[in-house]
Every structure is written in structure tokens, then in C-alpha cells.
């Protein structure tokens, strides 16, 4: 009874209209960011404050509508339900139920600027609120946009940068988080807090240099004719930046490539990664791409800029062409860092020997070929290079062809590729590891932003 009551008195006050998400905020100064994962319909997210938890409405951050017993509580959604949230005090005793569609806030006083909730064991700025849905309960977190971006700078460039990087980079990430701000509206909030979006780390990985550059530039955001740029940026461009239509297909102005020289003796600014042709073929069948051994590989097309757009392996079953992109990505970005790279090792790769004499051994005798010009090849009876799993091996010389039946421990040389790159990452924007070393050289956050963004002006919002 009691129960029901307090459900009622919520209900009234926040004027449900049926299941709705919270509308998008159009406040510009707040943003939602979702953190952590989205938990099961049985899981509990705990939640804490040193100053008390109280409850506000979306729309109106001044008057409390209540204030919760107690600085711990917890929040499930209700039995059976993912249009409400059942809250729990620290002793299990139920408190309330309300909504569970981002308008509900927990917070502390709207004056607190200091004010901190723990969520399940993370600090966080602002205001709590949650979203259930049919795949369970994600946590948002409603705060104003510059002290998210005090969580977001530290995790992307190292916070013992030069100042004026550190300020480059936080206009970069403001005016990102401007321009994406209607990435997850299907999902009833702004921002994730993954790379998808932009790291962010709360407040325990605020650093007070990235802090400073944040108010330092506090509010500046990089237009071009007058709309907010998305200014999109990575790690290192490796000496030349990327137009962003040779990657993502569309022109924008000021997303050109530009010569970086900035770029070129940092972290990354040459990568080397050497492979087996065996796991190669592994990465290619785990994204589906099954043209059995391989035997060539092409860069079929590059960019101005020498990033690879389009490679062709040739394999014992046919061709296949895939994108540099996606190449990237089966091998695994963080080894093949950018694709402004070449191949090497990578012919119609046969073993080569120098010696004019091949002994082949079978189960029943050894054979001696002899070659008169010197080099001798060997590829196994199913075309393939390194692993003979055939039964049957066939020994190419200059005088032609011959195949033996061969026992199948023998191992024939393996097929390996070196990889050399230049950058990392996806070489669109701002190179970070340029524009540190723009800021040591002396140049000033603007500087580097027009360096990077062509053409786009820096103006408060
Ligand atoms: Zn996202």
C-alpha cells in the first residue's frame, strides 16, 4: 500500500507521458553521457554521495523533488519492467520507484559545483540518471559540457603535454562533442563514453593540466561558415594527413590532407609488424574471406598521401579485394596502427635455394634434382608455400615440373611478410603527436588547430 502510494505522488510529479526517452537535452551546456555497460535486468547499480542524493526533474535542476534517506543507494530496474527503477537504501529496505527514461535526476544541490557521486565505485561530476530498455539499465551521466570535457582531454593526449597541445586538443574535443551530439539519440542519450564517442574517464581521470587547458579555452569551439567542425583527430599522421573522403567518403572542407612534418619523429611515426603467412590467412578466414593459400598480395590503390585504399591477395582459390580500412581491422589496429603502409616479403613468395642440387626424400628413397642455372623452387602439390599438408610435393627446376609423393612430416619453408608503416590511427584532422610537437616549437593552440583544420575559425559559443 505504501508502496503504491509512493509510485502515485512520483508519478504525479513528473507527468509521465507513457514510455518516452527524456528528451535529447537542447540545454547546450549539458550533455548525457552513457558510462559503463548496460546491466542486466537482475544487476544493482550502487550509487553514493558524501554530500546526500537527491532527486531532480530533467527540466527543472533548481527545486528538488525529494531527497533521498541516506548517502547510499540502489537502483534496479523494477521487476518484470524497464520502464521504472526500483530504489533501494543501504539496508535493502525499498525507498521509491521512478521512472526509468533519463528525466529523473540524482544529484546534489544545484549550487554544489564540488558535488561527486560514486557510481559503483567511480567518481563522477554532475547529475545520474538511467535509461531502461529492453536490453537492460544503462547509467547516464548529465553534466554541463565543460566538466565532461575535464574527463575526456587527460584520456586523449597525455595530460604532460605542452600547454598550448593540451588547449589545441580540448577545443578539438569540444567541438567533437558538439558536432555528435545526436550519435546515440536513438538510445535517449548524447555520448558513450568509449572510443566510439570520446574516452571519458570521469572525474579520477581529471588531471589538473588538462583541467586548466580546458578552462583555458573555456567554451572556444572550431567552426567552418559558421557550423560547429567535427573536429575529428589521432594519434600520429606519420607526415601527411588524410583527406576525409578517401576514408570515409565524404568532402569536408576542412578535413584535407595536408603535409605534417610535425608528425614524423614521434611514438609511432614508424611501425614495422612482421607476419606469418599462415596467421594471415587465419585473420582473412575470421573476416570471412576464404581464397585458401595465398600467394600474392597487390596494393591495388593508394592515396595522395600513400594511405592504402585497396588491396588484392591472390590465393590458391581465387581473389579477394578488400580496403585498407578493413585490413586494418582484421589484423588488428593496434598492430597495423594506420594504413599508410607497404608490404614487403610478399612475392609469389616460392623458397628460394642458391645451391643447384635438391634432395627430396620420401618414405622409399631420396631423390637428387639438379638444376644447371642455379636456383631451384618448391611449392607443395596443393600450391601451397610453407606447410606441405599434401601427401604429394612438387619440385620445380628450370627444366620444368615434377611431382613426388612425399610423407607428410615434411615441412617446407614458411611464408612470412613484414609490414612497415608510418602513423597511427586513422590520419583524418589533428595529429596529436604533431601538435605536441607544434607546442614545443612554439606555436600557440590556434595555430595548430588552423595547421590541422583548414580553413576554420575558433569562436566561443
Ligand atoms: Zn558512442
Known amino acids: 500500500m505504501k508502496k503504491n502510494l509512493l509510485i502515485l505522488i512520483v508519478l504525479i510529479m513528473v507527468f509521465l507521458p507513457g514510455k518516452s526517452y527524456g528528451r535529447i537535452d537542447q540545454d547546450l551546456d549539458f550533455i548525457d553521457v552513457k558510462i559503463g555497460k548496460t546491466y542486466s535486468a537482475l544487476e544493482r547499480v550502487r550509487i553514493s554521495s558524501a554530500n546526500g542524493i537527491s532527486i531532480y526533474q530533467k527540466n527543472d535542476k533548481e527545486d528538488a523533488m525529494m ?7 540502489y537502483i534496479s530496474l523494477s ?11 543501504d539496508s535493502n529496505t525499498y525507498v521509491t520507484t521512478l521512472p526509468a527514461n533519463g528525466t529523473v535526476l540524482f544529484g546534489g544541490e544545484t549550487d554544489d559545483e564540488e558535488y561527486l557521486m560514486t557510481v559503483n565505485g567511480k567518481k563522477y561530476r554532475g547529475y545520474t540518471t538511467f535509461i531502461g530498455d529492453r536490453n537492460g539499465l544503462s547509467v547516464i551521466n548529465h553534466l554541463d559540457i565543460e566538466s565532461y570535457l575535464y574527463g575526456v582531454v587527460p584520456k586523449e ?8 597541445a593540451l588547449k589545441a586538443q580540448a577545443v578539438a574535443a569540444r567541438s567533437y562533442a558538439y558536432s555528435t551530439m545526436t550519435k546515440h539519440a536513438s538510445e535517449g542519450f548524447n555520448v558513450c563514453d568509449t572510443t566510439h564517442c570520446q574516452v ?29 567542425a567535427s573536429t575529428v583527430f589521432h594519434s600520429s599522421s606519420g607526415g601527411h594527413t588524410e583527406s576525409s573522403e578517401n576514408v570515409w567518403g565524404g568532402r569536408v572542407p576542412y578535413l584535407i590532407g595536408i603535409n605534417d612534418p610535425y608528425s614524423l619523429n614521434s611514438i609511432n611515426s614508424n611501425w614495422k609488424v612482421e607476419m606469418d603467412v599462415d596467421l594471415l590467412n587465419e585473420k582473412l578466414l575470421s573476416g570471412g574471406i576464404d581464397i585458401g593459400v595465398i600467394n600474392s598480395i597487390d596494393i591495388s590503390d593508394k592515396t595522395e598521401s600513400g594511405r592504402v585504399v585497396q588491396l588484392v591477395f591472390n590465393g590458391s582459390r581465387g581473389d579477394a579485394e578488400i580496403s585498407g580500412e578493413r585490413f586494418r581491422s582484421l589484423l588488428g589496429t593496434t598492430s597495423i596502427k594506420s594504413t599508410l603502409f607497404s608490404i614487403e616479403g610478399m612475392t609469389t613468395e616460392v623458397e628460394t635455394t642458391e645451391s643447384s642440387l635438391l634432395f627430396v626424400a620420401s618414405s622409399r628413397r631420396i631423390q637428387t634434382l639438379e638444376s ?42 614458411r611464408g612470412s611478410l613484414v609490414i612497415s608503416g608510418k602513423g597511427y590511427g586513422h590520419g583524418i584532422g589533428m595529429s596529436q603527436y604533431g601538435a605536441i610537437e607544434m607546442a614545443k616549437q612554439g606555436y600557440d593552440f590556434e595555430e595548430i588547430l588552423h595547421h590541422y583544420y583548414t580553413g576554420v575559425e575558433i569562436i566561443k559559443y
Do not use: C, F, Q
Request: net charge negative.
Open 157 to 164: 593526449i597525455p595530460p604532460m603535454s605542452g600547454h598550448e
Open 372 to 413: 644447371e642455372r642455379g636456383s631451384i623452387n618448391i611449392i607443395s602439390g596443393d600450391g601451397r608455400i610453407a606447410n606441405n599438408k599434401s601427401d604429394t610435393l612438387n619440385v620445380i627446376g628450370d627444366k620444368g615440373l615434377v611431382s613426388y609423393k612425399a610423407p607428410e612430416t615434411i615441412d617446407i619453408a
Open 79 to 89: 521487476l518484470g519492467s524497464y520502464d521504472n527503477l526500483d530504489i533501494y537504501d
Open 67 to 73: 531527497e533521498l534517506p541516506g548517502d547510499t543507494m
Open 200 to 228: 571519458y574517464g570521469g572525474y579520477e581521470s581529471e588531471h589538473i593540466n588538462t583541467n586548466r587547458a580546458v578552462d583555458d579555452t573555456n567554451k572556444l569551439v572550431a567552426v567552418y561558415n559558421g557550423n560547429i
